[in-house]
C-alpha cells in the first residue's frame, strides 16, 4: 500500500507567534518521529479535540508544516514534538459523517492519580488554549537547528525548550502520533456528535 505524506515541513516562511504555541496528546495511531518529514500517512477530513488539565513535557520544539490528507489538500498545522509527556484528566473527541448520520468518539483517560503518559509525542495542530510554562525555551532559531530528534526545514522559523507545562489544555489538531501511548484508565464512549471535549 502506498501512503501519501502526512506531515512535513512548510516550504515557505511561516512565521509563528511569539508566544509559544504548546503541545499535547491523544492518539490512535503510532510511529516515531523522525527528522523533517516525520509521518507517512495522509491524515482523515476530520480534525479531532484534546484536552487536559495538565501537561507536562521535556524536550520540546515546534515549527511550521503542512498536514495532507487523502484528497491532496494540504492544511497548514503547527508541529510540535514532545520527547516525554504526562497528560492528567485526558480527553479526546471527534466526529464523522456516516451512512446513519453523525457518530462521535469520546475518549477519557488519566484520570485520578495516574496520567496518561507518551514518548516520541508529535502532534499537527491549528489551535491551543491554557496557561503555559517554559524551561530555558529559545524563540526564533532555526527550524533545522531545534533540540529534539523531529526538525523542520533550515531557515524557518522555531522555538525550543527543555520542559513544558500547560495547565487547562484545548487543543484542536489534525494529528497526534507517538512510539508509545499509555492510556490509563481509559474510558470510550460513542455520542451523537454533538458532546466534545471542549
Known amino acids: 500500500m502506498k501512503f501519501r505524506q502526512f506531515v512535513r515541513s512548510r516550504t515557505g516562511r511561516v512565521i509563528l507567534t511569539a508566544v509559544p504555541v504548546g503541545v499535547v496528546a491523544g492518539a490512535l495511531l503510532g510511529g516515531v518521529a523522525q527528522g523533517a518529514v516525520p509521518v507517512s500517512f495522509a491524515v482523515s477530513g476530520s480534525q479531532f479535540q484534546i484536552s487536559a488539565s495538565t501537561l507536562d513535557g521535556t524536550g520540546f520544539s515546534q515549527y511550521a508544516g503542512v498536514a495532507e490528507d487523502t484528497e491532496g489538500a494540504q492544511h497548514a498545522v503547527a508541529i510540535a514534538n514532545i520527547k516525554q509527556a504526562t497528560l492528567s484528566d485526558l480527553c479526546q473527541s471527534v466526529s464523522s459523517e456516516t451512512p446513519l448520520g453523525t457518530v462521535g468518539i469520546l475518549i477519557h483517560a488519566g484520570g485520578g492519580d495516574t496520567p496518561a ?12 488554549r491554557g496557561d ?67
Open 117 to 128: 503518559g507518551a514518548s516520541d509525542l508529535q502532534i499537527g495542530m491549528t489551535g491551543l
Open 132 to 198: 503555559a510554562k517554559f524551561g530555558n525555551i529559545r524563540i526564533g532559531v532555526d527550524a533545522s537547528t531545534v533540540g529534539t530528534e523531529a526538525k523542520g526545514s533550515a531557515g524557518d522559523f522555531a522555538q525550543d525548550s527543555d520542559t513544558i507545562t500547560i495547565t487547562g489544555l484545548q487543543q484542536t489538531a489534525w494529528s497526534t502520533q507517538a512510539s508509545t501511548f499509555t492510556l490509563t484508565g481509559m474510558e470510550l464512549e460513542l455520542t451523537d456528535g454533538t458532546k466534545g471535549c471542549f
